[in-house]
C-alpha cells in the first residue's frame, strides 16, 4: 500500500496538482495577511470607505497572482489562458454590459465622494443609512432596518441627496391660519415658541414668511435650524409646541371647507 | 422642614442612611437620598432662577412625583460632594443692548453662563479616582450655530448677557459663573460686540468664599473687520483678594487648532 502511495506521489502530474493547491492556499492566507495590513496601515490617513476598497483590491490582486501560478503549475499556459480571454472578453463584454456600466459607476462614485459609510442618504423614496459601497452597488439599511442594495448606475443616473452631509438642518414648517386672526401676532407667537425650544438654534434665526393667501387661510412657512442629530425630534416638539400655543391664544388653524346648501325641489 | 443659606455649597457632606437632602440651586431642584445599598438622585426644574443664595434642607423622602434615579453599591459610601463644572460646549451671548468700543480702546465685561453640577462620591480606595454620578445642568440652553456659514462652525449654547462693565454691578448668583473679558480694539473701526463666544470647556472654575463662582479671564484683541480677534486665557486674577479655591479643571486643553477657530470666530462683526 506504501509503495502504491509512494509511485503515485513520484508521478510528476499527481505532484504538480499538489502543489498548485498548496499554493491556491498560501494564496488565500497571504492575501488576506496583506489585506490585514493594507487596513492597518491606512487606518489614520484614509476614510473607511477608501481602506475598505484598498482592502478588497489588495486581497483579490495578491490570490488571483496564486490562482495564475497555480494554474501555471499544473500545465495551463498563461498566454494562451489570456488569449483565450481576450476572445471570451468581448462575448462576456457584450453579455455583462449592465456590471461593466455599474463598475464604472462605482469607480466615479468612489472618486466622486458625494456620501461615506455611515452617511444618510436619500434615493428615490429610498432614505437609508450607507453600510457599504462596492464597484457594483452601494448597500443601504432604512430605517424600517430593511436591506437596500442600489446599483451603481442608477445612483450615477439619479440624484441623490446626502442628509447627513453638513452638521446643522433647516425645518420648514407650512401652516395656514384662518383669515380673521392677526398676522404679526402669529409672527410674534411663532418666535417665541421656536425660542423657547431649546432645540431650535438661535443663530441661523428662525425665519417667518407669509406665503399668500390661500383658498381657505393665510399659508405660512416657519423654517427653524436644528442641529443634524436633533432634526427629528424638534420637528415633532415644534409641532406640538405650536399647537399649544396657538389652542392657547386662540388662533385657529383652519381646514377646507364647503358650504352646502339644501333647497327643496318644490321651492322652485 | 428647616432651610438653610449655604454659600459655600460644593463642601463634602455626611449622609446618614435614608437622610434625604433637597437643594435650590437657580432654576433647578435637586434631591439626594443615601439607603443602605443605593444612592437616588431626582432633579425637578422650576423655571424661576432669582431665587439666591442655594438653599439647603433636610427632607423625610424624595418627592412622589419626581422619578429618581438608583445608583447600586453593595455598601453605599456615606460622604457625597457637589461640584460645579462649566458646561461643555461654548457658550455664544448676545447683549441684550447694542455695544459698541471706539478704535483704539479697551473694554471689560463680566459676562456669566449656568454652571452644570456634578453629584460625586469619594473614590473607594486611594488608587482610583472620585465617581461622578451624575452631571446635570442647572439650566438648558437653547442650541446655536457659531460660523461664518451653516457649513462650517461650531455648535455652541446661546444665552443672553447684560454685559455689565463694573464688578460692583455683579449679582451674586451661585449658579452662574461670571468670566472677565477684555476686549481691545486695535482696529482703526467700530467694533459692534453683539456676539461674544465664551469657550468654557477651556476655562476652569473657581469659587469663592462668599459662593460666587469665577472662570479664568479672557483676552481678546480685534485687529482688523477681517481676522476678527486673538484670545488668549488668563489665569484667574479678579478675586486674588478673596480666598478663590479651583473647583473643576478646564474640561478640554486649548489645542492649536481651537485657538485659530476661535481667532476668527470670537466676535462677530456688525451684521446689516
Redesign the interface.
Known sequence: MADFILTWLQHEQLRNILLAILSVILGFLIASIAARAVEKTFKSNFSQHHIVLFKRLVYWLVLALFIASALNQVGFSLSVILGAAGVLSVAIGFASQTSASNIISGLFLIGEKPFQLGDTIKVGSTIGEVLSIDLLSVKLRTFDNLFVRIPNESLIKSEVTNLTR???RRFDLKLGVAYKENIRQVRELLLQVA?N????????APVFMFLGFGESSLDIQFSV???RE?FRELRNTLHEDIKVAFDAAGIEIPFPQRSVILTHANDK | MTSTANSVWWQPMTFAINQCQGFRIGALQLYLQRQAKQWLIATDNLGDDTKVPVQQYNVEMIPGHLQPQRYMFTKSPNVCRLVPQLLDRSVVVKTLQPVSIPPGEQATFYISSPVCISVVLPAANAEKSELILTDIAVQRLSDTWFGPSTQIGELCYADKTHARHSQAELKCRPHRAITPVQVHNLSEQMLAVDKISIPVPLLALYGDLNGNLWTDGLTLHHKSSQSLASFKIDKLSITTQQAATMLSPPRKKAEKHNLIRAFTDMLSDQRG
Not at chain 1, 425650544?197 to 441661523?204: A, V
Open positions: 453638513f452638521p446643522i425660542d425650544n431649546p432645540l431650535s438654534l438661535d443663530d441661523p435650524w436644528a442641529k436633533k
